[in-house]
C-alpha cells in the first residue's frame, strides 16, 4: 500500500532488477485468474487448501494449463512466489 510500482513495458519480459514478486503480480493480474477466484480462496485459511508452498506452486501450474495461460515453469514459480508472499506466508523450500 505504501508505494506504487509503475511497470512500462507489459508485453517484454524483464529480468533485470524486478524481484520474483513484481513479475508474480503482473503474470497473475494478467492472466484474469480472478475471475474465479477471490481474495478469500488464497487468503481465508478456512477455505484455502494449500499447506505448502509446492502445494500452491502445483496449483498454480495446473490452473494456468487449464486456463491456457502459457506460462513457463519459471513463471509459474514467480507467481506462487507472489501467492505466497501476498496471502499464505508458508516457507519457500517446503
Ligand atoms: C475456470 C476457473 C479458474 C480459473 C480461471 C483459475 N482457477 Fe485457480 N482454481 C480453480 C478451482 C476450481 C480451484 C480449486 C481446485 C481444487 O480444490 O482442487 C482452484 C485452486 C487454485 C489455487 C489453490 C488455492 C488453495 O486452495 O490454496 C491456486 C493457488 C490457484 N487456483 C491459482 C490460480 C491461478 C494463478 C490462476 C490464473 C492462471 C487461476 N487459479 C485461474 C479454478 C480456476
Known amino acids: 500500500m505504501t508505494r506504487f510500482i ?3 513495458f507489459s508485453v517484454l519480459f524483464c529480468t533485470c532488477g524486478y524481484a520474483d514478486m513484481t513479475k508474480g503480480k503482473k503474470l497473475f493480474d494478467n492472466a484474469k485468474c480472478m475471475e ?3 481474495v478469500e480462496d ?6 484455502r487448501k494449500s499447506k505448502t ?3 500452491i506452486q502445483g496449483r498454480v501450474s495446473a ?3 487449464e486456463n491456457d495461460a502459457q ?4 513463471d509459474e514459480h ?7 508472499k501476498k496471502y ?3 516457507k519457500e523450500k517446503e
Open 88 to 90: 499464505y506466508h508458508f
Open 36 to 38: 474465479c477466484h477471490n
Open 63 to 65: 490452473c494456468q494449463i
Open 53 to 55: 508452498f509446492l502445494q
Open 42 to 47: 488464497f487468503k481465508d485459511k478456512k477455505i
Open 6 to 8: 509503475t511497470i512500462a
Open 78 to 84: 514467480d507467481v506462487a512466489v507472489y501467492l505466497n
Open 71 to 74: 506460462w513457463f515453469d519459471e
